[in-house]
């Protein structure tokens, strides 16, 4: 367990739990060792949390953000570092990773604009006084942060939770806990009280200690199937916050459409943007079957086949680094067979380049005629094709899935995007722009197996604090007319 009284220079001590190992995807280079959390260890992050609580949601509001903006000034100072580390880690190129901590930076305005447009306080007068609305932290919230981004998306829980007066106990991903160090240490360098914020390393042991936890809140970005058991063990305690950002088997629909080259840059990077490790990328590209359609499939296909893969620092810098482990790599290319197994036609086939590294090309799957495919979010490069006979056919089939997370059209007919737009099921709906796009100054999370309706980014802020709505009268004084049969 580390809280920030437990940061030496910024190094965090090691947990009483089992060996914690990383490993650069890019190289199968060993990079860190220590020892995760303990239960111990997270109970204490825990009890620390909760000590720290009060104090900080007294504070005024402006001196909580005074601690995030310095926040932000120190990720820009430091941004070079914290993204070379990002690379390290999970092997994203050094152009992304720099993408990824200049939104992190940019989370504290977004996060301190949206506090006061979506919670705050706001006063009316009433007949019998003010009716004052005011928003509370819940108290200890856990939160939970995935490899893909692993400096971008626990921030985008932990800026808002912490403005709003919650104290966090922060369990990164396993693969990226160096990350979590130093992001933590900035907060420290910013001047964030001791147990505001604390870190407890660990992999699914440590995870399911502080999901157990006396805890008042968890906020989870990540895979379904853990999104889901998160859920069951919340069962029963209506009282606790808990707010789930999941994958998707997200849908893109291309039909008439005139710029051709257009199209297919959005296609490639709806699908292969970040080694296809966003959960908003495409998983399945759907088109008409008929002379565009196949023409459209083989320049997608021409163009992954040159994407350039490599790792993170290398000069010029690739479009795709590794995915997050060889294991992870291994298990893409055995869905790629398995797809193939059950009828689909490979048109690129997925290669990984090294059995000790996560770097894989990328691949594509004709299952039109595959029978059996399940309804999965592979999560890496891998894209499948799927050729229908008409417009409703694509929806029906952009709809034929348990998840609800991102979908695309690209078209040129308007008529088409309203009929889209109102059918196609999913929190983030894009119209001639790639899946994966989304605006930091919107809501962003989806339906389904994707989300329990919680959305993050701009509307972080609901569930960051809770609503208190009072009528407030400084004088106490009888109403000017009694109730009926009420006699004093």
């Known amino acids: 367990m580390a809280n920030l009284s437990n940061f030496i220079d910024g190094v965090w001590l090691a947990g009483h739990g089992a060996e914690l190992v990383t490993v650069d995807p890019s190289t199968g280079r060993q990079t860190w060792t220590s020892n995760a959390a303990s239960v111990e260890d997270v109970n204490a992050a825990v009890a620390a949390a909760r000590a720290a609580f009060e104090d900080w949601a007294l504070r005024p509001l402006e001196e909580r953000i005074a601690i995030a903006t310095r926040f932000r000034d120190l990720l820009k100072a430091q941004a070079e570092d914290l993204a070379r580390t990002i690379a390290e880690e999970v092997g994203k190129p050094l152009w992304e990773a720099r993408t990824e901590v200049t939104t992190m930076a940019n989370k504290v305005d977004i996060s301190i604009q949206a506090y006061h447009a979506r919670t705050g306080e706001t006063a009316a ?12 932290p819940h108290g200890v919230f856990a939160v939970f942060g995935p490899y893909n981004f692993p400096g971008h998306l626990p921030n985008g829980h932990i800026v808002p939770a912490l403005i709003a007066g919650n104290t966090i106990v922060f369990k990164p991903s396993e693969y990226a806990p160096r990350t979590a160090v130093k992001t933590v240490a900035l907060w420290e360098q910013a001047g964030l009280p001791k147990g505001v914020l604390n870190l407890v390393n660990g992999a699914r042991d440590s995870g399911v200690a502080l999901a ?54 959005h296609a490639v990077m709806s699908a292969f943007l970040s080694a296809g490790q966003r959960c908003t990328c495409a998983r399945r590209l759907i088109v008409p079957d008929n002379a565009f359609g196949q023409a459209f499939i083989a320049r997608v296909t021409e163009v992954a086949a040159r994407l350039v893969v490599g790792p993170s620092d290398a000069e010029p810098q690739p479009f795709m680094g590794p995915v997050v482990s060889s294991a992870v790599a291994a298990r893409l290319v055995q869905a790629q067979a398995a797809l193939a197994a059950k009828g689909g036609k490979v048109l690129l086939q997925m290669r990984q380049l090294d059995p000790n590294t996560g770097f894989v090309t990328a691949g594509i799957v004709d299952t039109t005629d595959a029978v059996g495919v399940p309804d999965e979010e592979w999560f890496g490069p891998l894209l499948q094709v799927i050729r229908v006979k008409d417009f409703d056919a694509a929806i029906a089939k952009a709809n034929d899935t348990a998840f609800g997370l991102s979908a695309a059209l690209l078209s040129d ?36 197996q994707s989300g329990n309706h919680r959305p993050s980014a701009y509307y972080a802020a609901d569930y960051c604090a809770y609503p208190v709505a009072s009528i407030e009268n400084p004088k106490l004084e009888l109403p000017a007319k009694l109730s009926p049969g009420l006699s004093l």
Do not use: Y
């Open 413 to 448: 007919d308007e008529a088409l995007w309203k009929r889209f737009s109102v059918r196609v099921h999913a929190g983030v709906v894009n119209w001639n722009r790639p899946t994966n796009g989304a605006a930091s100054s919107a809501p962003f999370g989806g339906v389904g």
């Open 125 to 136: 007068s009433v007949a019998d006084g003010t009716a004052v609305l005011r928003h509370r």
């Open 212 to 265: 157990n936890a006396a805890i008042d809140g968890l906020l989870f970005t990540g895979s379904c199937q853990t999104g889901v058991a998160l859920h069951k063990a919340f069962g029963g305690q209506p009282g606790k916050m808990l707010a789930l950002e999941m994958g998707g088997n997200n849908p893109l629909v291309v039909w008439d459409v005139q710029n051709l080259d257009a199209a297919v840059h």
